[in-house]
Structures are given as C-alpha cells and as structure tokens.
C-alpha cells in the first residue's frame, strides 16, 4: 500500500466519497478503501487546479504593447528563436492548417511537464511517475490523432493509410499498421513512465545516502563537520538532471503527437 501525502489526504476529504461511490458502481475495489482516489490521481487533479489558475491569472495580464515576464516565458514555450516551441513544431509538421491542433497538443504537453517537475517542491509526486497517468494522455493522443485522420480524410481515407501504398500488399500491411498504431500507445506510456519513475528514484536513493555520510561526517572533528556540507551538494545534481528529464520528456509527448497527427491528416497517404 501506497504512502498517502497531504494532497491525498485534502482530496479524499473533498471527493473521497463520490469517487468511492462511482468505483462501486462500477465494481472496482481500490488499493486503499480509505483514501479511494491515490496519490497520482490527487496529484493529477492538484496540476489542473494549480495551471487552471494560473492560466486565468496570465489571460487578465496578457499585454502586447507591455508583456510581463511570465507572459514572455509562456510566448517562448509557444515560439523561440530556436524553432522548438510548441507553435514552431507545429508548423514544421503541419504546414497548412496545423493552428487548429494546438489547443489540445500543447495542453497535453504543458500537463506533462508540470507533472513531470512538481515533486520538485517538497512533500509532492510526480504523477507521471505511476504507469497508469502516461497511459491516460498516451490513450488521449491516440484517440485524438485517429479522430483527426477521420475528421479530415473520411472514415475511407484515413482506413486506407493502413492498407499500404501497393494495393496487392494490403492484407500484408494492415496487421502490420494495426500493430505499429497499436505499439504508439505502449511506446508513448513506457517511455515516459520509466524515464520519470528511474529520476525520482536516483534523487530519491542519493539523497538519502548523501544525507547518512552528512550525517556521520557532522559526528567527526570540525574538520569533518565543515566537509560535511559537500555530501549535501551533491543531490543538487539530480535535482539538475531530474529538471532535465522532465523537459526532455515533455518534449518528447509534444512532438510525436503532432508527428502523428501530420501522418493522420496528411493529403498523402
């Protein structure tokens, strides 16, 4: 059984019923009968309260003659002179009409981020850090990019993108597309799930012995008191590269869905 953190324990307070309500009704037992909505679940509903305030803090300050600094940081998460906002991959990908897609790609991919560098503030978890959160925006995308080939191509158009470009080689292709649009949402999940999971766990495992040799060192002479300090630097270094992971796999959630959207919507399939 999970630890149960303080965001667990105000959620269930506030919807802890309903949801136990609705697993009965739909017959699934949680794994704490107690606290029926977990730690990811609360985590999750913590990032949607915490962006959506945000989102309608910015909207009421949002300038073009006097832009803010937080404005300016969010137009570069859109756009940047490196070509790798949001927006400019988007357009690299989807030339004509790519616009449209933006909304929901790029909320998925600010989600992931704050899910992924919230347990960087003491006390919380990373959500993404739970097999079964990735899996919910890889089931998203998936739907989402299918949808879109259909919307824009037709139910004809978007089935014949897994038929194949040779006609005679349709019963070949189609398990083979079957299996590879299929492999998306499992590649999407793990990918993201054990990357996230492994730098929580790093941080968490040297912090720990980071802290012991702190620990013993403080015991020693005042020579070793004040080289105990160092042992406490260093979990920095995985608090660096778990801010780095974190990016890179955010990253990684918004560029494949805009890549599979282009290949949805495509005129050439």
Request: glycine content about 8%; aromatic content about 10%.
């Amino acid at each position: 059984m999970e630890h149960v953190i303080w965001v667990t324990v105000v959620v269930n307070r506030l919807l802890g019923k309903p949801a136990a309500g609705l697993l009965r009704a739909l017959h699934i037992q949680p794994a704490n009968p107690d606290y029926p909505i977990s730690n990811a679940v609360s985590m999750e509903i913590l990032v949607f309260v915490v962006a959506g305030l945000f989102f309608l803090w910015l909207k009421a300050r949002l300038s073009v003659d006097r832009p803010g600094a937080t404005q300016q940081v969010m137009e570069i998460v859109l756009t940047n002179p490196m070509g790798v906002g949001i927006r400019d991959l988007i357009h690299d990908n989807i030339p004509h009409g790519g616009e449209q897609y933006l909304p929901l790609i790029g909320t998925i991919g600010i989600f992931v981020l704050w899910c992924n560098l919230i347990n960087l503030i003491p006390g919380l978890e990373a959500p993404t850090g739970t097999v079964t959160v990735p899996l919910g925006c890889a089931v998203i995308v998936f739907v989402y990019y299918n949808l879109m080939g259909v919307i824009k191509q037709g139910w004809g158009g978007h089935g014949k993108h897994f038929l194949g470009p040779i006609p005679a080689m349709a019963p070949l292709m189609l398990p083979i597309e079957i299996f590879s649009h299929s492999f998306r949402l499992l590649s999407l999940t793990v990918r993201l799930w054990v990357n996230m999971l492994v730098s929580e766990m790093l941080y968490i495992i040297f912090l720990g012995m980071m802290l012991s040799i702190y620990v013993a060192l403080a015991k020693l002479s005042a020579a070793g008191q004040a080289a105990a300090i160092f042992p406490l630097l260093i979990p920095l270094v995985f608090i660096l590269l778990h801010i780095a992971v974190g990016i890179l796999q955010a990253f990684v959630f918004t560029i494949l869905p805009i890549i599979y959207v282009s290949g949805a919507v495509g005129e050439d399939h």
